[in-house]
C-alpha cells in the first residue's frame, strides 16, 4: 500500500469526487489492461487503487495511514515542554519516499521474449545483404548474354546452316560476346565497388558510442536493447550521438537505419506511469500533461527530414523508470516523436523497419554515418 500513492497513479487530487475516481479509472482501463499493450502486474495495481477509493471507508483507512505525523504541541509559559526523547535504533531502514526520481537507481536493462515479438520470426537472418542503388547491370543480364552466346555456338557446331542463315548466326554470335564482355566488364567493376564498400565498413552493423556519463544511463540501456533485439535485421546500421545538420553536438542519441527508413531515438529516465502523446505532439503521464522533462527529438526529425527528403524518417522517445516501478506507453497519434516502452518500441520499430529487411543503401549510409560525432 505504501510503494504507490493510488490517487498519483489514478491521477486525482485526494479531494476528488467519487465520480472523477470512476472516470479516471475507466481513461486509464482503456490503455493499461493487458490486451491493450499493459502489463498484468501494472493492471492489478490500477484495480487495487480503484478499488480502495472507491470504496469510502476504504478510502478513509488509506488516507489515515498516509496523513502526516501530528506535530507537537505548542510549549505554553507556565508548563514548558518536556523534551522528546531520541527514538531508539530499530536496525529496519527508513521508507523511502513514494515519489520522486531515486538518484541511486539503475533501471534493469529490458528483457523481452523473442517469441512473443511478431516480426521475429519471419525474418530470416541468413538472407544476404543486398546494396543498393545497384552499380552494374547485375548477373542477370550478364549470364542472358553469354547463355545467347554459348546456345549460338552449339546451334552452328551442330546444325548445318545455309548461307545467309549463317551469316546472319554469326553476326548474331559476335553481338552476344560483345554484350558479355561489356557486361562482365561492369559486372566485375560492382562486385569490386560492393567489396571495397564492406571492407571500409565491414559487417559490424553499430557506429559510434553511446554517452558514457552518469546521467546517460538511458542512452547505454538503449544501446543494448538495439543491439540486442534489431540486429536481427541483416540490413540493419546502429549509429549513436549524432549531429543535426549544421551542428557540431550530439543532438540525438542514436538512430536506426534500414533500406529508405530511419528512426531517429532519444532516450530518458522519467517517472514510472502510462505515456502517450496528443494530436500535438505534447507528453501526457496517467491522463495528465507531463511537466517533468522536455525532448528536442521532434526538431531532429524535421532537420533530418529536410537533409533526407526521400526517406522515411521518424522518431521515438524510448523511456526507462527513473525509480522502481513501470514504464507503459499507449498508441499515439502521428506525431514526430511519440513517446515509447521499450518493448512497444521493438514490436512496432521493428516491425517498420522490417519491411527491408536486409538491404543497405549505401549512399544513404555514408550521409547518416556522417552526421556521427560520438
Not at 558510442?209 to 534489431?230: F, M, N
Not at 549531429?243 to 528512426?263: E, M, N, T
Not at 505515456?275 to 495528465?288: F, I, K, M, P, Q
Not at 531532429?300 to 507503459?328: K, M, Q
Request: charged share 20%; aromatic share 8%.
Amino acid at each position: 500500500m505504501h510503494g504507490v500513492d493510488y490517487y498519483e497513479l489514478l491521477g486525482v487530487a485526494r479531494t476528488a469526487s467519487d465520480a472523477e475516481i470512476k472516470s479516471a479509472y475507466r481513461s486509464l482501463v482503456k490503455v493499461m489492461h493487458p490486451d491493450a499493450g499493459g502489463t498484468s502486474g501494472t493492471f492489478r495495481l490500477l484495480q487495487q487503487a480503484y478499488e480502495t477509493l472507491n470504496d469510502p471507508a476504504q478510502r478513509a483507512v488509506y488516507d489515515l495511514s498516509r496523513a502526516a505525523p501530528p506535530q507537537p504541541p505548542q510549549a505554553t509559559p507556565t508548563a514548558p515542554a518536556r523534551p522528546r526523547p531520541r527514538p531508539r535504533a530499530t536496525g529496519k531502514p527508513s521508507r523511502p519516499k513514494d515519489f520522486g526520481e531515486d538518484p541511486n537507481f539503475v533501471p534493469p536493462q529490458p528483457r523481452l521474449d523473442p517469441s512473443a515479438i511478431s516480426w521475429w520470426q519471419n525474418v530470416d537472418i541468413r538472407q544476404r545483404v543486398r546494396l543498393v542503388p545497384l552499380v552494374g547491370p547485375g548477373h542477370r543480364p550478364l549470364l542472358a548474354a553469354l547463355g545467347a552466346a554459348l546456345a549460338l555456338a552449339v546451334l552452328l557446331l551442330v546444325v548445318d546452316l545455309p548461307v545467309p542463315l549463317l551469316v546472319g548466326a554469326l553476326v548474331l554470335l559476335a553481338a552476344a560476346l560483345v554484350a558479355t564482355v561489356w557486361l562482365g566488364r561492369d559486372y566485375l567493376a560492382a562486385v569490386r565497388e560492393d567489396r571495397e564498400f564492406t571492407t571500409e565498413f565491414g559487417g559490424h552493423p553499430i557506429f559510434g558510442r553511446p554517452g558514457k556519463e552518469a546521467a546517460q544511463v538511458a542512452e547505454r540501456l538503449t544501446a543494448k536493447l538495439l543491439a540486442q533485439y534489431l540486429t536481427r535485421l541483416p540490413g540493419v546500421r546502429i549509429f549513436h550521438g549524432l549531429a543535426w545538420p549544421d551542428s557540431v553536438f550530439a543532438d540525438v542519441d542514436h538512430a536506426v537505419l534500414c533500406g529508405q527508413r530511419l528512426v531517429l531515438i532519444e532516450s530518458k529516465m522519467w517517472l514510472p506511469g502510462h505515456y502517450v502523446a496528443d494530436d500535438e505532439g505534447a507528453l501526457w503521464r496517467n491522463g495528465h500533461p507531463f511537466r517533468g522533462g522536455a525532448v528536442r527529438l521532434p526538431e531532429g526529425v524535421s532537420a533530418f527530414r529536410e537533409l533526407l527528403p526521400d526517406v522515411e524518417v521518424r522518431g521515438a522517445v524510448l523511456i526507462y523508470p527513473s525509480r522502481a516501478g513501470e514504464i507503459t506507453s499507449g498508441e499515439s497519434p502521428e506525431v514526430p516523436a511519440p513517446p515509447m516502452s521499450p518493448r512497444q518500441f521493438v514490436e512496432e520499430i521493428g516491425a517498420w523497419l522490417a519491411e527491408e529487411p536486409a538491404t543497405v543503401d549505401r549512399e544513404l549510409f555514408r550521409l547518416v554515418l556522417a552526421q556521427v560525432v560520438s
